[in-house]
């Protein structure tokens, strides 16, 4: 799982990853830190992710960098990095991207601190329509999670 996780990553974030790339010596590091995940390597996958930290101004981006990394080794503090990086984007007023990491968060974690986060931010800005989309994946993927999510709504 590490390698894949890492790769949907990558490809998620392209333009902020081809961003960072392109800043020369950095390249190396990033194709690097692939590599130390791909082999299963947290310790020097964490080392080399507070080396390039030093590149990223986005401190909600930097958290969810190492959450992605963290969910790699399958370490459960990925969901308190994720939980920072979402309330950064809440206080910024991103909302979306709140919603988009609980989102990716809940689909490999069940975690109901993390789906409480993300079923308030759906009721607090009445995106009905991306929960209900939220709610169909969580059927499919984890059935007893979306009893969990449709008890939570039923108490609000």
Do not use: C
């Not at 950095?26 to 590599?35: G, T």
């Not at 984890?142 to 009893?147: I, S």
């Amino acid at each position: 799982m590490p390698q894949e996780y890492l790769k949907l990553y990558v490809l998620n974030e392209k333009d902020r990853v081809v961003k960072l790339l392109s800043s020369g010596s950095y390249s190396i590091a990033w194709f690097k830190l692939a590599d130390i995940v791909s082999r299963g390597e947290k310790e020097r996958a964490l080392s080399v992710y507070k080396l390039l930290m030093h590149s990223i101004q986005d401190e909600a981006f930097a958290y969810q960098l190492e959450g992605d990394i963290l969910l790699s080794f399958d370490d459960d503090t990925a969901l308190d990095r994720y939980h920072a990086a979402a309330n950064i984007y809440k206080k910024n007023g991103n909302h979306q991207k709140a919603i988009a990491i609980y989102e990716h968060a809940i689909l490999f974690k069940s975690d109901i601190t993390i789906l409480q986060a993300l079923l308030d931010l759906y009721l607090a800005h009445e995106n009905y329509n991306l929960l209900t989309k939220f709610m169909a994946k969580l059927k499919v993927i984890n059935e007893h999670f979306y009893d969990i999510a449709q008890n939570i709504l039923l108490e609000k």
